[in-house]
């Protein structure tokens, strides 16, 4: 398997380490590990260029951008892309992989595997665990289906038929759904434990709310889908209140002209494998009811 590794990182000093020796670690080590700093302020670009000395398959990388501070979407996904322009075009495999993870020793080893058995599989990863009083539990953010923005592999030919990642909030669900679309396999092992050393979201405003659910209007889900989607997010993170701002968000892209991430026909389809889930859940609970 040679894969490439893209890091976006936004002031990540106090993990970043753990994160590249997990990488450089692996049974199957990357052939490329590109770290891109996105103006970080707390010497992440200086501990980057550092570990690169020691590592020759080690890149490190500066955005160009000024301020803003560290948002889902556009910029995280921007400097993923600088990243993703040094790869080398021997890469089989990309990786999206966040700058606060350890992964297990064997991830990409088992990756390969799923990789070479099945020729349709586009994505695949593990799942995301946090520590909690001591214990890694599992971080129930998303949706067991769903591969993780914050560590996603790409076989390139998926990757490029999707067009690659869009620099909008939403890129990590308009990749998957563009995959099936196009008829590719997506598996997450829920035996592959990635530490998530800095929970999602602990630091993302009302701002980055609004722009979750301009996402839902530009993967075209409509005023119904994206009412229901923001209840489930926001009771996953505790806070079922917040819905509000995920559907105001919604609101203000359609009033606001904001692009859409898709097409139409792109859009029934994203719409139909929402509902087809949801009615299979609805179903799967009342068998269990009875």
């Known amino acids: 398997m040679r894969y490439s590794v893209v890091i976006p990182a936004y002031n990540e000093h106090a993990f970043l380490a753990d994160t590249l020796n997990s990488l450089l670690g692996q049974s199957c080590p990357p052939h490329q590990l590109i770290v891109v700093d996105d103006q970080s302020t707390d010497g992440t670009f200086e501990l980057a260029q550092s570990l690169a000395l020691e590592h020759p398959s080690v890149q490190v990388y500066q955005t160009q951008s000024v301020g803003g501070g560290h948002q889902p979407g556009a910029k995280v996904i921007q400097a993923f892309l600088l990243g993703y322009a040094a790869v080398d075009s021997s890469a089989d495999f990309i990786v999206k992989a966040d700058a606060d993870l350890i992964f ?4 990409f080893e088992t990756l390969q595997k799923y990789f070479s058995e ?12 946090i520590e909690k009083e001591g214990q890694w539990v599992l971080e129930k953010l998303t949706d067991p289906d769903h591969i993780r923005g914050a560590f996603k592999t790409y076989r390139k030919a998926c990757y490029e038929q999707i067009g690659g990642l869009q620099p909008q909030m939403g ?3 308009v990749d998957e759904m563009l995959a099936r679309y196009f008829g590719w396999e997506l598996k997450v092992d829920m035996a592959l434990h990635v530490k998530h050393l800095k929970p999602t979201g602990a630091s993302y405003t009302q701002a980055a ?3 979750q659910g301009a996402a839902f209007y530009a993967l075209g889900y409509g005023f119904l ?3 229901m989607a923001s209840l489930k ?8 209140l917040l819905a509000k701002d995920y559907v105001i968000g919604f609101f203000k892209a359609k009033w606001g ?3 859409m991430l898709v097409n139409a026909d792109q859009a029934r389809f994203i719409r139909g494998y929402r509902y087809k889930n949801l ?6 609970t009342k068998s269990k009811q009875q």
């Open 279 to 284: 009615w299979r859940k609805v179903f799967a």
């Open 233 to 240: 997010l926001a009771s996953r993170k505790g806070k079922p």
């Open 171 to 173: 890129w990590d669900t």
């Open 209 to 211: 709310r609004y722009k």
């Open 104 to 107: 297990p020793p064997h991830y």
């Open 257 to 259: 002209g904001v692009p």
């Open 118 to 129: 099945d020729p349709k599989l586009g994505m695949a990863g593990g799942c995301a665990y």
């Open 225 to 227: 889908l994206t009412s």
